[in-house]
């Protein structure tokens, strides 16, 4: 099967374009959201390949994958024709809960395929068919060694996404032990017990995560931050708000889950004092993403949603 989409979720996509099917990216030549390529800081497989508009026309695509509304038109224009189409949403609602329309609600030709079960009761798709498929992740392998006092945070843009993302709480969650925050555009959150660390690729950055005692996940509203499944993969230990699907993804075994900054401080302190509870948690936190959160189970569900849209 030939698929087009667009390089808009880097992690997700590293994801998807392992399974059996031919990928097609649009490219253009600044390299912008419309035509990203392949991706520069995730190792993606030969399947995976770059076009232009101009060769998309010439190119016979079986299934369309939408990521945001301008995708459709890109494609019809790109193509010159129609193709079945899924709609693939990342992303929580923003706004008040009785505004969440999704801009594909309505749609009797699309199905809309939720990434967690948090985002599929919040969306509102009308009548729109809609599939619920669990992330997959690229096992990193069990890389945790928990060696630094210190735990670890990802995310992008702490800055500009603010509450969001939880910046507000990373001084109060470093009262129980220093904080290491990777990602995009974090240099702004930097204090005495915060350090930054930019834009590391993703293979390092996993070495770096697995030398952290704790992964602390202080995000509050997200669909589910691929990083938190990423460090269980790696066999963290985990301390996480308790929003979104995060209670889903972590169980209690793998961690703390909370919304109580007391708990979550007092559950660093005490995994920072006690390496082996810190590693049999890490250990718990594997098993689940293994089993949960499998490449496997994530391409067969894909595969099967594809071969009943294409057909």
């Not at 993703?202 to 602390?216: G, I, K, N, S």
């Not at 691929?226 to 790696?234: D, I, K, P, V």
Request: proline share 6%.
């Amino acid at each position: 099967m030939r698929i087009l989409l667009w390089h808009v979720h880097g992690s997700w996509t590293t994801a998807f374009v392992q399974g059996a099917h031919d990928y097609l990216l649009p490219v253009l030549p600044h390299r912008g959201p419309n035509g990203r390529g392949r991706a520069r800081t995730w190792e993606w497989p030969n399947r995976a390949v770059e076009r232009t508009p101009e060769q998309l026309r010439q190119e016979d695509v079986d299934v369309v994958v939408l990521q945001r509304p301008e995708d459709e038109l890109l494609a019809e224009r790109w193509l010159g024709r129609r193709v079945p189409a899924v709609w693939l949403e990342h992303n929580a609602p923003q706004g008040r809960i009785n505004d969440l329309r999704h801009p594909a609600a309505d749609r009797r030709d699309l199905t809309v395929v939720h990434v967690t079960h948090a985002n599929a009761l919040f969306w509102d798709c009308g009548r729109t068919r809609t599939r619920i498929i669990e992330h997959g992740i690229v096992d990193p392998g069990h890389r945790y060694t928990g060696e630094l006092e210190r735990a670890a945070v990802v995310v992008n843009e702490p800055v500009r996404r603010a509450r969001v993302t939880g910046t507000d709480l990373l001084v109060p969650l470093s009262a129980a032990a220093p904080l290491d925050v990777f990602g995009m555009g974090v240099g702004g959150v930097a204090d005495e017990r915060v350090a930054t660390h930019e834009n590391l690729p993703q293979d390092r950055m996993h070495d770096e995560l697995a030398r952290r005692r704790v992964y602390v996940h202080p995000i509050r509203w997200t669909s589910l931050g691929l990083s938190l499944l990423e460090a269980m993969h790696l066999g963290m230990p985990v301390v996480a708000l308790a929003t979104t699907e995060v209670p889903e993804a972590v169980p209690p075994d793998a961690g703390v889950v909370s919304n109580r900054l007391d708990v979550l401080t007092g559950a660093i302190r005490r995994l920072m004092a006690d390496p082996e509870e810190a590693a049999t948690r890490g250990k718990a936190a594997r098993e689940h993403a293994l089993e949960r959160y499998g490449l496997d189970r994530f391409l067969s569900d894909w595969d099967d949603l594809l071969a009943e849209v294409a057909s």
